[in-house]
């Protein structure tokens, strides 16, 4: 099992563009059209299937929100920090 990180290493490690919201990271990445959104969630859910590591993904025209926890520790850990950065390398 993977180690919950503390509030300090989550502060420190947390990628740019998101937030903490309780025992989840959350961002909401913006697009022009609804097309362009499902292609970033078809490109994240192959990221998170490598990783075998799944977020919750919620798409509306226009935006994709993505929440990553790890459920099987209780809480963050490097796994979610990790996916959340590569999720803003394809979002870049």
Same mark, same amino acid.
């Given at each position: 099992m993977t180690d919950v990180l503390s509030d300090e290493e989550i502060s420190e490690q947390l990628p740019d563009g998101w937030d903490r919201d309780g025992d989840e990271i959350v961002?909401?990445?913006?697009?022009d059209s609804y097309l !362009?959104?499902?292609g970033f969630a078809s490109g994240a859910a192959g990221l998170a299937e490598e990783a075998w590591h799944h977020?919750?993904?919620t798409i509306t025209w226009g935006e994709v929100e993505v929440r990553l926890t790890t459920h099987d520790?209780?809480?963050l850990t490097?796994? !979610?920090m990790d996916l959340a950065a590569r999720f803003n390398e394809?979002?870049?």
């Open positions: 961002r909401t990445y913006e697009f !362009d959104g499902i977020p919750e993904m520790a209780g809480g490097a796994k !979610d394809i979002y870049d």
